[in-house]
């Protein structure tokens, strides 16, 4: 799934399509940044980042943090993700 995809969802009245727009978007940053560290692991990123690793590591990090508490609230409000 890309960013583009989620549109109709985050732009939905229904706060449970909100919310579940706002996890696939989070999952796909996660993906997209994970992505990223690891390319950088291996030395295949193909340019040299302005962000410490450390800062955009921290940032994965709070990132998985959300998700987790997004999926918690999911649980307990019944909304399937």
Known sequence: MKL???V????SNG???RFIGEYQQLTIRIN???SMLTKWDNFELGFIPTCPYELLEGQLMAMKLYQKFLIDRAEIEGIEL
């Open 15 to 17: 706060y449970k399509q």
């Open 32 to 34: 997209g940044l994970k």
């Open 8 to 11: 109709d969802l985050m732009l």
């Open 4 to 6: 583009n995809e989620t």
